[in-house]
Nanobody, 121 residues
Framework: QVQLVESGGGLVQAGGSLRLSCAAS????????MGWHRQAPGKQRELVAF???????NYADSVKGRFTISRDNAKNTVHLQMTSLKPEDTAVYYC???????????????WGQGTQVTVSS
């Protein structure tokens, strides 16, 4: 099994910064993609950013220019540096990976428990 543990969430004023981190552990053979989704109260979960093992990156339009995703493949970690935060960024942020645990095994989606990010006006 794969476990994802997030850290770095909290309360910050508008215009401030936070750095989220996620570490994957457990039985891992391959991790293809790691990234972040978020879900605000009453809204659907949305993709924030993801990065592949080869370094290809995608961002949601709403965070381009403000958020930066990075990855350490050797440590199976992913980070999200968030700057110029806005109240609309308030949400629970979930770490995600698409991975398989054994050679030739099925690819599976794994999710962290989420970390709260609250941006005050």
């Amino acid at each position: 099994q794969v476990q994802l543990v997030e850290s770095g969430g909290g309360l910050v004023q508008a215009g401030g910064s936070l750095r989220l981190s996620c570490a994957a552990s457990g039985s891992i053979f391959n991790i293809n993609t790691m990234g972040w989704h978020r879900q605000a109260p009453g809204k659907q979960r949305e993709l924030v950013a993801f990065i592949t093992s080869g370094g290809s990156i995608n961002y949601a339009d709403s965070v381009k220019g403000r958020f930066t995703i990075s990855r350490d493949n050797a440590k199976n970690t992913v980070h999200l540096q968030m700057t110029s935060l806005k109240p609309e960024d308030t949400a629970v942020y979930y770490c995600h990976t698409f991975a398989r645990t054994v050679v030739g095994g099925v690819w599976t989606n794994f999710w962290g428990q989420g970390t709260q990010v609250t941006v005050s006006s």
